[in-house]
C-alpha cells in the first residue's frame, strides 16, 4: 500500500487545484453558531459602497433623478459612501444575489434611511423587515435572520414600494410621489451551518385588546377611554385586515364577541372565561382575560389548559382578576406542533411577583415536552431593565436555549440588564426598534439534536394601529394603548453538519479509498454540486484549499505520522 500511496503522491506533486466557492466558503465559517457567530460579510460585493459605484448590485430603475453612489451624511454609514435612490415616478429598490453561500442560517442587516413616514423595507431572499422612516439621512439598522439551504443563493435588497402618485386623494403630498432610499453597511454573519428540511413559515402577534368595560351598570367607570364595544369591532378589523396566524390575547374581557366579529368566518379562538360584571359577585373575578385566536386555514390549537399565578400582588388591579398562563398544542401547516403559552403578569410594583411568575412558568416548560419548540407570548409587565428575566427565566430553563425576538432582531442579541435605564422613551414612535414594550414574544428552542427549530425572521409593533387604516379618516389614534407586537417566524429541522477530517468517500474510516477520492477531486471529477465527495473532509491541513499538500497530509495520516 505504500507504493501504491508514493506513486499518487509523486504523480500530483505539480497539481494545485482549488475546490469549488462553495466548500472553500464553507470551510472558512466552520464553527459558527447563534453563540459564536462568524462575520461572513466577505461574501458580499461592495457591501458598504465603498468602491464608489454600484459594484456587484442592481438598481431599479436603472436611472433616475438621482441614482448611483453618493456621499451623503447617513447616520451609523459606513466610510464614505452610501447607495443613493431618488425618482419621482416610481417604487425605488436595490439588490445583489450572493452566490456561493453554505447551507445554514445567516443573520443579514443594512442601515437604510427614507423621508419620515414613509416605510422601507429590507429582504433576505423572501424574509423581509420593515420600518417606518426617520428622515432622509438618519439611518435605521434592520435585520432580518435567513436559512439558506443547498441552493447557495441568497438575495439581499432593499426596497420602498408605498408610491401611489396617481392617487388623486395624495397628490398633494409632495414626498408620496417620490421613491426615495438610501443604503448602506450592508453585514452578513453566519449562525451556524446546518443541513436544514421541514421548513415552514409563519407569523405570531402579541395583544393586549384593553378589554375592561368602560362602565358597569351604566354609571361605575372602570376603564372610560377604552375602546369599548365599538372600538374593539375595529380593532377586530383591523386585525383580519392583517390576516396574522395566530394572535395571544390579554386582556380579552368583556368585548369577545365584538373582537371576533370581522374574524369568525376564518378565525378561531379558546375558551372565554367570563366577564367583568356585578353579575359575577366573586373577588377575583372568574376570569384570566386571556385567549388564542388563530387562522384555521393555517393553524390548529388543541389541549388548552390553565394556570393560575402562584405568587401574586394585592394591589395595582391585580386583586381582581385571576391571572396566570395558557397552555395549547400549537399545529401549524396540518403536521408541524409546537407548544404555545399566552399570559399575562401583575402590574405595578410587583417586581418580586413577576420574577416569582417568570419561575413558576419555566418550572411548567420544563416538565412539558421536550422534543418541541415554545412561544411565550403576551404582556408581561417586564421590562430587562427591571425584572431579571435571565436568572428567574432563562437560566432557571432545562434541554431549552430562550431568547428574545426584540433583542435578537433589533438589539444584535446585546440583552439588556437591571443595572441599565428602562429602555422606554417612545418619543419617536417610528424608532419602535430602540424601545421596550412589556408585551414580549420569545421563542425556546429544544438543545437536543434534529429537533424542530423556530427562527424568528423579522420583529415589527404595527406603527398603522389606527382608526384611520380602518376606516379612512383622518383621525390617526390608536386603536388601543398596546401596539400590536408581530414576529415572523421560520420552523425547521436541521442537523450540524459534522466533518472527520480525511475521510473524502464519506465511509466511516480513513483508507486508501480516501486518497483516490480526494485525487478526483483534484482533477475535477467532482465539481459539480451535491458533492459525491466530502469537500470539507478533503482540506486534510485546514488551509481553506484543496491543493497536492493536502494528499501529503492524508498519506501521513494512513503512515501513521499525522
Known sequence: ?????????????????????????????????????????????????????????????????????????????????????????????????????????????????????????????????????????????????????GDGELTIKADRTDINWWADDRKDIENTRLGFLKLDDVRLTCKGLYDVSEQTDFNVTALNVDGLPQKILSFIEVNADGPGSDGTKLISQYLAKKNYDFIGVSEDFNYHGSLMTALDDNYDSGTVRATLSLGNLSIPFDTDGLNLIWKTSKTAASNESWTRWTSTTSTDGNQYVKKGFRHYDMTIDGSIVIDVYVLHMDAGDAVDSRQAQWSQLAEAINSADSSRPKLVIGDTNSRWTREDIKTYFFDKLSGFTAKDAWVELRREGIYPTTDMNDLADQTFPSSFGTYEVVDKILYLNP?????????????????????????????????????????????????????????????????????TALVNILLGKDSELPYVYDHEAADVNRDASITIADVTALVNILLGKG
Not at 486 to 493: G, L
Open 1 to 149: 500500500m505504500r507504493r501504491y500511496i508514493l506513486l499518487i503522491w509523486l504523480t500530483f506533486t505539480t497539481i494545485g487545484l482549488s475546490a469549488d466557492n462553495t466548500a472553500d466558503n464553507r470551510r472558512k465559517l466552520i464553527g459558527a453558531s447563534s453563540e459564536n457567530p462568524i462575520d461572513a460579510t466577505w461574501l458580499i460585493t461592495n457591501p458598504s459602497f465603498e468602491t464608489g459605484d454600484l459594484t456587484g448590485w442592481t438598481m431599479t430603475p436603472s436611472e433616475g433623478s438621482d441614482m448611483g453612489v453618493r456621499d451623503y451624511e447617513l447616520t451609523g454609514r459606513d466610510g464614505n459612501y452610501e447607495a443613493n435612490l431618488y425618482t419621482w415616478w416610481s417604487g425605488v429598490a436595490i439588490e445583489q444575489t450572493v452566490g456561493n453561500v453554505p447551507a445554514g442560517i445567516y443573520e443579514v442587516s443594512g442601515l437604510v434611511a427614507t423621508w419620515e413616514g414613509y416605510t422601507v423595507n429590507f429582504y433576505a431572499n423572501d424574509k423581509m423587515v420593515s420600518a417606518a422612516g426617520q428622515g432622509d439621512c438618519t439611518g435605521i439598522r434592520l435585520t432580518t435572520t435567513v436559512v439558506v439551504d
Open 447 to 515: 438543545t437536543a439534536e434534529n429537533t424542530l427549530q423556530l427562527l424568528p425572521k423579522g420583529y415589527r409593533l404595527e406603527q398603522d394601529y389606527t382608526y384611520s387604516t380602518v376606516d379612512g379618516s383622518d383621525n390617526t389614534a390608536a386603536l388601543g394603548d398596546h401596539r400590536p407586537l408581530v414576529v415572523d417566524f421560520s420552523c425547521f429541522r436541521y442537523q450540524e453538519v459534522t466533518t472527520v477530517i480525511g475521510d473524502v468517500n464519506r465511509d466511516g474510516s480513513i483508507t486508501i479509498a480516501d486518497v
